[in-house]
């Protein structure tokens, strides 16, 4: 994120293509990080680059929204994010944060990023895992079906050799906390 002298534009780099959902995410970023630090961006654009190293055909979603907000007040207040916190979940206007889909997965990714702690939304610490289950129905046959088990994410990630942290957090007050670089 890049904020400088302009006329309250917001302007969205990336690579690859971005979809409409980002781009509204970033403008309610905007307002909250305004409502947060008390800084008015009326004469500033806001340039937000969102590259990603996979190949991907769109860039697209509010997950980021958190993330984005974190980063723009972060360039308001000129402090340094942790590299090592992650986040996942929507921003609303009020400053809570959403909830999103696919944190089992967004959780991996990031521990395999090298994050340290991931932070996702209040009640998105437990998700759904699929587990096989099997059935002896008669001597030689046995059915196995796949059932949803509910699981403690940050468990599950241990239990598959991951060493991160997984925090709830409601609002971007608590997540900025957690997310700006301590000296």
Known sequence: VEIVNG??????NTQPKIGIDLQASVRTAALVAENFTGFSLANSDII???YSDEPVEVIDGPSAGAAITSAIIAAIWGNTLNKTVYITGTINPDGSIGSVGGVLEKAIAAAEAGASLFLVPVGESTVYVQVPVEYKIAPG???IVYENVKVDLEGYLV????NMRVIEVSNIFEAY???VARE
């Open 141 to 143: 046959i046995t059915i």
């Open 7 to 12: 006329k309250g534009r917001i302007l969205v």
């Open 177 to 179: 906390n957690y997310m």
């Open 159 to 162: 239990e598959h050799g991951y």
């Open 48 to 50: 937000v680059s969102v």
